[in-house]
Each structure stands twice: as structure tokens, then as C-alpha cells.
């Protein structure tokens, strides 16, 4: 699977959107690009996933550059609940279950 | 809709002894995975299960084993513990197409911590 590489960490203010990048410069066309968080002792939540076109969910939305090589996951009003480490996962369809964790970004929303 | 379910909690085990961590899927998810999350080290991929059986193993030793069982809850065991052993042990669970080919998500439970004495 392509290796992502993201930012340590970011700040971001309440109510704010937060604008949460991600380089796979390697990614190839079976892959599709995860995004999950973790609060604090709690497992990794799911956010939204996408291939090549841009996806919105209820959490998030998901853009994707046209070359793929990058990604930005956008949180539309960030709240405290958001803080939290953001994990960006390129993973092939044939990869036979494994997810591969990188650090992510840890993002503190502040008042 | 119930999410994943991982008991117990907490678990406190002695070194040279051996742990069994269970896990309950989402309804529908035939699909269950393990992974380890050490201080330090990050998520680490342990096993995949699938309609019963075990189609995929990360880089861990033959003492960390499990089984699915028909209703789909899977159970992981850890023999002969170690120190290096202690960390949060996460399952999650998916959806799965033909067999090893899937864009489902995973989704997690919020793991079993396991500190060994």
C-alpha cells in the first residue's frame, strides 16, 4: 500500500472549518484513500473513504486532486469534541484486511 | 444499530500466562480484525478472519492466534505472555467482498486494554 505522509499536528478554532491534508504521491489506481480518527482512548473512528471523486458524508468531506496524489479532508464547523489524531490510509482493495496506521495529525480545536 | 463490542475492558495478566480478548461484530459483518496498538509503536495489523477463517496474519509470533466463530464474534489469544505484550488490543469488523478484494471500511470497538505484570 502507498505510504501517506501528513502534518504532526494542526490547531484549529471552533466553529472554523479544518482543513486536514495528506500526500500519497505513490498511490496507484486500486487504491483508495481512508480517513479515521481517534479520540483519547477510544478506538479509531471511520470518517469517509473515496477512490477519485470528491465524497461528503455527515462528518466530513473528502477532496481528492485529480492526479490523486493528494488529499484534504475538510471538518465543516470544528468543534472541542474533534480534537482527536486524524489517520489518512492508502489502502488497495486487494490487501487482504490489513490497514496501515502511519502518526497522523493531531488536531486540538480550541474555544 | 449496536457498534462493536470488545470484552473485557481491562485485563491484567502475569508473564509466562496466556489471555483470550473477545469480540462482537456489527450485525451483518462477516469480517473480523485484530490489531495491537503499543505505546509508542502505533496500530499494527494481528489477524483478519473471514466466514470462519483465518485469510491474513501481520508480523507477530504463533503465540498470538484466534479463531471466528459461526455467529462471527471472534476471540484473540496471547500465550505466554510478555512484557512487551501490554497495549490496546483493537477488533474491528466490515462488509467483505470476494474474498481478500474489499473497499469496506473497518469499524472499531474501542479495544481491550492488556497490561502484563
Known amino acids: 500500500d502507498a505510504k501517506t505522509t501528513q502534518p504532526p499536528s494542526m490547531d484549529c478554532a471552533e466553529g472554523r472549518a479544518a482543513n486536514l491534508p495528506c500526500n500519497h504521491s505513490?498511490?496507484?489506481?486500486?487504491?483508495?484513500v481512508y480517513w479515521y480518527r481517534q479520540i483519547h482512548s477510544q478506538g479509531p473512528q471511520y470518517i469517509i473513504h473515496?477512490?477519485?471523486n470528491n465524497e461528503t458524508n455527515e462528518m466530513a468531506s473528502l477532496i481528492i486532486t485529480e492526479d490523486r496524489k493528494s488529499s484534504t479532508l475538510i471538518l465543516p464547523h470544528a468543534t472541542l469534541r474533534d480534537t482527536a489524531v486524524y489517520y489518512c490510509?492508502?489502502?488497495?482493495?486487494?490487501?487482504?484486511?490489513?490497514?496501515?496506521f502511519g502518526a497522523g495529525t493531531q488536531v486540538v480545536v480550541t474555544p | 444499530e449496536a457498534g462493536v463490542t470488545q470484552s473485557p475492558t481491562h485485563l491484567i495478566k502475569t508473564s509466562g500466562h496466556q489471555a483470550t480478548l473477545r469480540c462482537s461484530p456489527i450485525?451483518?459483518?462477516?469480517?473480523v480484525y485484530w490489531y495491537q496498538q503499543a505505546l509508542g509503536l502505533g496500530l499494527q495489523f494481528l489477524l483478519w478472519?473471514?466466514?470462519?477463517?483465518?485469510?491474513n496474519r501481520g508480523n507477530f509470533p504463533p503465540r498470538f492466534s484466534g479463531r471466528q466463530f459461526p455467529n462471527y464474534s471472534s476471540e484473540l489469544n496471547v500465550n505466554a505472555l510478555e512484557l512487551e505484550d501490554s497495549a490496546l488490543y483493537l477488533c474491528?469488523?466490515?462488509?467483505?467482498?470476494?474474498?481478500?478484494?474489499?473497499?469496506?471500511?473497518?469499524?472499531f470497538g474501542d479495544g481491550t486494554r492488556l497490561s502484563i505484570l
Open positions: 505513490t498511490i496507484s489506481g486500486n487504491e483508495y
Open positions: 473515496g477512490l477519485k
Open positions: 490510509i492508502v489502502r488497495a482493495t486487494d490487501s487482504w484486511g490489513k490497514l496501515q
Open positions: 478472519y473471514d466466514e470462519g477463517e483465518e485469510r
Open positions: 450485525s451483518g459483518h462477516t469480517s
Open positions: 474491528a469488523s466490515s462488509l467483505v467482498g470476494t474474498a481478500g478484494y474489499s473497499n469496506q471500511p473497518q469499524h
